[in-house]
């Protein structure tokens, strides 16, 4: 029988199956399941059974940190925090002992900025640990150490995040690529012109060199240059589809994951 956290927990997962869920829960940012499992790997915490799933957690004042230490693993974040108030709770005439909502108020990839005025999470880096926090953590396991922050990334440095798009028109022989570093405030723009097998070894060298963290390719790009993208991008590619339109995986099965029709 789950708990009405754990209800909330399973809800949250069908709506965002593809994030790591980051649960606010009081002092602490808790794992569940999967989550928990991956997430006390990539930052060297403890997991252990805890009623129906396998727990993991941080404190809450540590979150940026251990969110950047998350997306610089490859990891797709969603915060999720109480988003109803006891006058809410009240108002609604919901019984005083049942759980308040919670939803997501962020989700993050690799490729995007994630900083300390953001005002989905502001509050909780301004908390420092209490001591309730603090002996939680260390009754139940959390942090193995407190490290300073590190705002490196696995993919490169700071500098080298690069979010891109891909678009080809074969029929007038171009082909494009469009490049965001939101840390660095850079914004590129390169264009490839000729024949089809030129522009595509321009691409790869060009993509080569960017290694982008998560890419975005046009659907009418060729297979050959999908193939290109696949093998290139640091991160996730990812294909805008057209509803009745076919995309290149599923014309030679590759396993990627596809944009929701806008």
Sequence with gaps: VYTPLEKQVVALKEKHPESLLMVECGYKIRFFGEDALTAAKRLKIWAKKDHNF?????????????????????????????????????????????????????????????????????????????????????????????????????FGTNQDLWLAVLFSDDVNGATAVVSVNLRANLIRHHKFSGQQRAREREVADYLDLLRPVELLVDEGVSTSLWCIALERCAGEVAIAKKKGGESPEEQDGAAVSTLPDA
């Design 54 to 154: 396998q727990v993991a957690w941080v404190p809450t004042h540590r979150f940026l940190v251990h969110a950047r230490r998350l997306l610089s693993s490859g990891c797709r974040i969603a915060l999720v925090r109480q988003t109803e108030t006891a006058s809410m709770h009240k108002a609604a005439s919901k019984p005083s002992g049942k759980m308040f909502e919670r939803s997501c108020v962020g989700i993050y990839t690799p490729g995007t900025s994630i900083d300390e005025d953001d005002p989905a999470f502001a509050d909780l880096i301004k908390l420092r640990g209490s001591s309730s926090a603090t002996e939680g953590q260390e009754e139940e396991g959390g942090e193995e150490e407190e490290e300073e922050e590190d705002s490196t990334m696995d």
